[in-house]
């Protein structure tokens, strides 16, 4: 069996990147692929098994490229600021091309699922680590009943919830995040 290779591979989410930039999600097939690599779509199969797989590969990579932008981006000192501008952040990117992707991966079943468990995961890992930045959080809050990574994984599942949302109370959200690991609401983060 022969080895694959990586840079083949890369070509070729390259392309579907390109034709889902330029002509859109739908065009994006193993031809349609194969035709802008200049390969045979055969070759194709031999790195992807289907469409699907292949917008998967697209969106796990665009979240990881996503998730590394935005740690490098926050800049706010307090997590609650911190928070509110990766929900920004992340808005803004979803309403570009990602939100496009993630709609796109219907038939993906339990591979899309995991994957995306695992971005999701990295995530709560972003929460867990600015957490720790910030030096005015009550540190005897967590303890076995309440975690960071309890805390970290309701954090990411309501803010997921409301990027889904038309209009997201946000304000609201982070006002019960403040009055649960500040001292005191009035400091205002």
């Avoid at 997590?79 to 929900?87: K, N, R, S, T, V």
């Avoid at 219907?106 to 910030?134: H, K, V």
């Amino acid at each position: 069996m022969r080895k694959k290779d990586d840079t083949l591979r890369e070509t070729l989410l390259d392309a579907a990147r390109s034709i889902s930039d330029t002509e859109g999600i739908g065009a994006v097939n193993i031809r349609s692929i194969a035709k802008k690599a200049g390969i045979a779509a055969g070759t194709v199969y031999n790195y992807f098994s289907s469409k699907d797989d292949i917008l998967l590969a697209l969106t796990e990579e665009y979240w990881k490229q996503t998730l590394y932008e935005m740690n490098n981006t926050i800049s706010a000192v307090s997590f609650c600021a911190q928070l509110q501008e990766i929900f920004i952040f992340l808005r803004n990117r979803i309403s570009q091309s990602a939100g496009k992707l993630m709609n796109s991966l219907g038939s993906t079943g339990t591979a899309g699922q995991m994957r995306m468990l695992s971005m999701q995961s990295e995530l709560e890992l972003i929460f867990i680590s600015r957490m720790e930045q910030d030096p005015g959080l009550r540190t005897e809050i967590w303890d076995k009943t309440f975690t960071k990574e309890q805390f970290a994984h309701f954090l990411m599942i309501n803010i997921m919830l409301l990027l889904k949302e038309e209009t997201p109370d946000f304000d609201f959200f982070l006002t019960i995040v403040k009055r649960l690991i500040y001292e005191s609401e009035l400091e205002n983060r």
